[in-house]
């Protein structure tokens, strides 16, 4: 190999190491987004577990007196069932987002943990490559 195509070749890859650095950057800003979303999703959670959990202790308490009120208890026990939909849902939806990041996802895609790591190598592979020129 000539001088001129170690040059080139040196050029070339140091190139598609910025573009795989730019990629990485990317994916970072993703992961970064998800994890804000999460974090959402799981304040809302809390807030809704916090009512519900509310509704249990006073349904509890209700139950220990002599006079119990039916109505009331009733009421508190419709209360708790509403929230449970958008709980489960909550929960899903931070499942969800934790296997986009952190794996294992179906089908055999990658999260995107793995996409870094991927791209990483591929880094060092080049930077391999470069230094072997």
Known sequence: MFNSDKR????????KIQIIKKKILDVEFLVDEYKMTREGFRTEYDRMKEMQDACVVRTEEENKKEDKDKDVIAQLKKLKEKYDPD???LQKQME???L???GPLPNGQQCLKETMEGLRTVI???KRKIAKL
């Open 8 to 15: 080139f070749a040196k050029r070339h890859y140091s190139n």
């Open 87 to 89: 709980i489960l849902k």
């Open 96 to 98: 969800t987002i934790d």
């Open 100 to 102: 986009q990041i952190d």
């Open 124 to 126: 060092d592979l080049l």
